[in-house]
Each structure stands twice: as structure tokens, then as C-alpha cells.
């Protein structure tokens, strides 16, 4: 890998790791509340209904729209992290783990950081 490419692929993985970071920090914290799963699918549904209205000032149009759509794919993927995740500890929590108030594992969801390293890595190294 060149340097531009070995910096892209830091940079990649750091974004991956941050964007896990604050799924599960808000997983565990939603999960503590009652009815967690219909709560935060209802707040997240808000969230993304907000984005779609959203305009980037100072830019055209068409690159506003680009912006926002660019914007809103990446708050999608951390926003079906976050389900998923609040998802796997209301099922931990009902099967009454002991792991259910602690973090969920790095692969443990579809939509996981090791699927956002693995793809920054394929498309990296072409």
C-alpha cells in the first residue's frame, strides 16, 4: 500500500472504530431503559426524518442533496448498529445472560465495525 493508501486505511479504520464506540455506548444505555427497542426505533425514526429535511447552506442544490444523501447513508449505518445491537441485549437481557449490561461483541451484529474494516480494507487495496 502507498502512504495516501496506508493514511485512507487508518483513517478508515479509526472512523469504524468510533462509529462502534458510539453504538454500543448508546445501546447499553438505551437498553437500561423499559420497552428500550420500541423507544429507540421511534427516536431513531425522528432522527432520520430530520436528515432528509436537512440543507447544507452556502451550496448549491444539487450538492446539497449529494451532501445530505452522503450524510445520511453514513448515520444509517450507525443507526442499524445501534438497533442491532439494542436488539442483541434485550434478547441477552430476556435469556437472563450476565453479559446482557455489558458491551456487544465487535462481530456480533450485520452491520458490524469488522464488516466496515473488511470492506475499507477490499476497497483500500484494489
Not at 63 to 68: N, Q, T
Amino acid at each position: 500500500m502507498d502512504t495516501t493508501q496506508d493514511r485512507l486505511f487508518k483513517l478508515e479504520m479509526r472512523l469504524a472504530a468510533i462509529e462502534y464506540l458510539v453504538a454500543n455506548m448508546y445501546a447499553v444505555a438505551v437498553a437500561q431503559v423499559p420497552d428500550a427497542e420500541r423507544k429507540m426505533k421511534a427516536a431513531n425514526e425522528a432522527l432520520r426524518a430530520n436528515l432528509r429535511g436537512q440543507v447544507v447552506p452556502g451550496l448549491d442544490a444539487a450538492w446539497s442533496d449529494h451532501v445530505m444523501a452522503e450524510m445520511q447513508d453514513a448515520m444509517e449505518r450507525v443507526l442499524v448498529m445501534m438497533e442491532e445491537m439494542i436488539a442483541n441485549l434485550a434478547k441477552a437481557q430476556a435469556s437472563g445472560s450476565a453479559k446482557a449490561a455489558s458491551a456487544v461483541p465487535l462481530g456480533a451484529h450485520r452491520g458490524s465495525a469488522m464488516s466496515a474494516m473488511r470492506t475499507a480494507w477490499l476497497r483500500l487495496s484494489s
